[in-house]
């Protein structure tokens, strides 16, 4: 009994150690409910690669483990050999065509499932939003012309076609629950599509290293009637976009408040209240002994500065007291 405790006691820590992992989502091992066709597509071949590599797993751990416990030395000197195992060509034929039919067996499937995660259903014509990555936030187009930042809003049962672009760096677009990730690169322009199939809000997050903001490149997609959409696009993203600028894409360097973290403190800026001069900031970037700032804006419209301006002059600049110097 003795001699089994210490292991009794590794098992009993290994399973501690990943009980946190077990109570996750999924287990922790699985991807995320999938809510778009494209996404269940893509989670039917993960579970039959899974199901292969874990039973592969499971056989030669299983083997390890007796190998090593029928050969163990049993008290044998160190310099004596222990049985000598000659070779066994059947054993060998099929350790190596049975790989090769797991491998086969798994192309067949992933070319099979593929056509239903590449292309959308041909059933009604699509909605086309443009996908921008910028360092550090995502812009949406819409084809009414309307644009948002950080959420992207689509009807509930639509097939949407994403045309993903970047006008700086490599980004990747990926949001678990609707698809698969698609790089978006400067130059180049890629297309991937989902049809959520409920209403609800889907997070994701870039998925390439761009910067030192990379961790703070969030996207959501809110899925929604047709007629919240609707409403969406017409009236509310011109009316809210002044307050997606500031806090999807300046306070993620300049705090909620402009009171500062990894860019300089704004508040007490009067540049916030001077349309043409935080235009050229905005479109042009900075570079100076106080660190680099990208041009962020650099794809704005002349709405999109005039809106950011009135929400920093209501919302965010505070006059210098006094005295002080204006912060810049």
């Not at 309307?146 to 700086?168: E, F, I």
């Not at 910067?211 to 899925?223: N, P």
């Amino acid at each position: 009994m003795r001699r089994k405790l210490p292991s009794f006691a590794l098992v009993l820590l290994v399973a501690l150690a990943t009980a946190g992992v077990a109570a996750a989502a999924n287990g922790g091992f699985t991807p995320v409910q999938p809510e778009s066709p494209n996404a269940s597509h893509t989670q039917s071949a993960y579970y039959l690669i899974l199901g292969f590599t874990a039973a592969i797993f499971v056989l030669v751990e299983g083997l390890l483990v007796g190998l090593v416990w029928k050969y163990r030395s049993r008290g044998r000197a160190r310099t004596v050999e222990g049985a000598q195992v000659a070779g066994h060509t059947r054993l060998e034929l099929i350790w190596t065509v049975f790989p090769v039919l797991i491998l086969a067996v798994i192309a067949a499937f992933v070319f099979y499932e593929l056509p239903s995660i590449d292309s959308a259903p041909a059933a009604a014509p699509p909605i086309h939003i443009t996908v921008a990555g910028h360092q550090y936030y995502w812009q949406f187009d819409y084809p009414n012309g309307a644009r948002s930042l950080g959420t992207l809003h689509a009807p509930v049962g639509a097939v949407v076609d994403l045309k993903v672009v970047s006008p700086d760096v490599i980004h990747t677009w990926r949001i678990p629950a609707l698809g698969g990730k698609i790089q978006a690169i400067p130059g180049r322009v890629n297309h991937t599509w989902f049809r959520a199939e409920k209403p609800g809000s889907y997070d994701g997050q870039c998925a390439e290293l761009c910067g030192v903001f990379h961790a703070s490149m969030l996207a959501t997609v809110r899925a929604e009637s047709p007629q919240t959409y609707q409403t969406y696009i017409s009236k509310t993203a011109a009316t809210t976009i002044g307050r997606q600028e500031w806090t999807g894409v300046c306070a993620t360097c300049h705090g909620n408040l402009g009171q500062g973290g990894y860019g300089i403190a704004i508040a007490n800026n009067s540049t916030l209240t001077q349309a043409s001069a935080l235009e050229g900031i905005l479109r042009n970037g900075v570079t100076g002994t106080q660190g680099a700032m990208p041009p962020v804006g650099d794809t704005w419209t002349k709405a999109q500065i005039d809106a950011l301006v009135a929400y920093v002059k209501r919302h965010i600049y505070k006059a210098a007291p006094l005295g002080a110097g204006s912060g810049g």
